[in-house]
């Protein structure tokens, strides 16, 4: 190697802090927040709470079985439909479209998945007056329909809450 172009090794220069110094211009929190005015305190204005959901249900092959490790995602679905209030929700089914699909099949297929996770939510305690149940088959879906890809986004369960 070359002496003239290797770069030498510099050691950090260590910085020592005077912690006296700084405790001594410090000012308590105490007197910091007497200072501050009504005016001064920013307004944050309450952002509407979301209007759609879209838990990962699962169900069995199909069927309109909820499978049992869609429960936790489902009891966290339950929380925000009470965070609602009394608003109403709308619960959407959806399914997949494949070379084998009919469309009557899917559309009662959705229909059923959708009250299934209707008929979850009411035993968790949701006013069942407030809710409707609704499927559209393949009919809306969200992505491409492929088996690898765009399958698992298109079945899916949406709970929507309604204006009032």
């Known amino acids: 190697m070359d002496n003239e172009n290797v770069c030498q090794a510099i050691a950090p220069v260590q910085i020592t802090i005077d912690k006296a110094a700084l405790l001594a211009d410090a000012k308590p929190l105490s007197s910091t927040i007497s ?13 509407p709470l979301a209007k759609k959901v879209v838990p990962d249900v ?9 499978k049992a490790v869609s429960y936790p995602v489902l009891d966290n679905a339950v929380i925000t439909l009470k965070e609602w209030g009394d608003s109403t929700v709308e619960i959407v089914g ?8 009919k469309a009557d099949y899917n559309q009662k297929l ?28 393949f009919s809306q879906p969200l992505a491409e329909n492929d088996p690898k890809e765009g ?3 298109n079945r899916r369960v949406e709970l929507i809450r309604q204006e009032k």
């Not at 200072?35 to 944050?44: D, G, H």
């Not at 699962?58 to 909820?66: D, L, P, Y």
């Open 110 to 137: 959705s229909e059923k998945r959708a009250k299934a996770v209707l008929e979850y939510v009411v035993k968790k305690g949701k006013d069942a007056k407030r809710l409707t149940a609704k499927g559209y088959g």
């Open 151 to 153: 399958n698992a986004v």
């Open 94 to 101: 959806h399914t997949d479209q494949r070379d084998t699909s």
């Open 35 to 47: 200072v501050l005015k009504v005016a001064e305190i920013p307004k944050v204005e309450a952002k």
């Open 58 to 66: 699962q169900f069995e092959t199909n069927s309109a079985k909820i």
